[in-house]
């Protein structure tokens, strides 16, 4: 895994204009969302089922609970968006295999596809090799007004993340 050299680094920092794919159908600018707010938790790879994830998933630090972490989202997602935020998911895997896990996993939130991995070529952000494929690692920006308000990193439960972020999210008024 690519270390983040400083996650403090990325507050402030602004967003870049990158339109990427949603399952929601249409693209997503990153610049444009976090008006008020937004939490886009990167994540390396959902599983499908009947097809094997790369060989020696298990033993890569911060690779499992992708699955559990989106559910977390899912199940709280009305929570956040009460506390004025949005929500996306971003991993570097096609739209058709995050369409795939958004509707067996019943996601109320877009997942989008950056398998090109342009976000990580305009901030630092944690990568890792899987299977020889290039990866996200677990790590969440909070976004406000087209910049990068906090980070979460690292999401050491990943099950449980999505109760962070609340907490996170209820000692902030979305307008102060």
Do not use: K
Request: net charge negative; glycine share 10%; hydrophobic share 40%.
């Amino acid at each position: 895994m690519l270390p983040l050299p400083d996650p403090a680094a990325l507050v402030g920092r602004a967003v870049p204009h990158l339109r990427l794919p949603a399952t929601s159908g249409g693209s997503v600018d990153l610049a444009g969302v976090g008006r008020p707010r937004a939490v886009v938790y990167l994540y390396p790879m959902t599983g499908r089922p009947g097809i094997p994830m790369p060989r020696g998933w298990d033993e890569i630090p911060g690779a499992r609970g992708c699955t559990p972490e989106s559910c977390g989202f899912r199940d709280h997602h009305a929570e956040i968006a009460a506390r004025g935020a949005e929500v996306y998911g971003l991993s570097a895997q096609t739209t058709d295999d995050q369409r795939e896990a958004a509707e067996r996993l019943n996601l109320p939130f877009p997942l989008l596809s950056d398998h090109e991995l342009r976000l990580a070529a305009e901030l630092p952000l944690p990568t890792f090799r899987a299977d020889g494929r290039v990866l996200y690692g677990r790590i969440t920006l909070v976004l406000r007004e087209g910049r990068v308000e906090h980070v979460f990193h690292p999401v050491s439960e990943p099950a449980r993340h999505a109760e962070e972020v609340l907490a996170w999210l209820a000692g902030r008024a979305v307008d102060g």
